[in-house]
């Protein structure tokens, strides 16, 4: 069964760190673009980061400069490394990564999510 795994979410103080990791399991032949997205209670799901399978990263405005992606392509996992936590990044994080299940077969695929909660 091909699927996403989100880790590594949790409590953390304002200014604090936290290190998300989305792992990709099952027969997968290969990885396109990958991402980290998120939902906040009432709110719509947005972009926070993508990569491309180059390596090439694209940030949202409110996390630039804080936030970084990276990708380990031979361990099938993405990573997000988020320094200088505020308030207003609590959400719930998802990934989501293009992969390519068969000859002619791929799509996108989204984890379950992990809670990131940032409060004193």
């Known amino acids: 069964q091909v699927q996403l795994v989100e880790s590594g979410g949790g409590l953390v103080q304002p200014g604090g760190s936290l290190r998300l990791s989305c792992a990709a399991s099952?027969?997968?032949?290969?990885?396109?673009?990958m991402g980290w997205y998120r939902q906040a209670p009432g709110k719509q799901r947005e972009l926070v980061a993508t990569i491309t399978s180059t390596y090439r990263a694209r940030y949202a405005d409110s996390v630039r400069g804080r936030f970084t992606i990276s990708r380990d392509n031979a361990k099938k996992t993405m990573y997000l490394q988020m320094n200088s936590l505020k308030p207003e990044d609590t959400a719930v994080y998802y990934c989501k990564a293009m992969l390519v299940v068969g000859p002619t077969t791929q799509g996108d695929y989204w984890g379950q999510g992990t809670q990131v909660s940032v409060s004193s």
């Open positions: 099952g027969s997968i032949f290969s990885i396109g673009d």
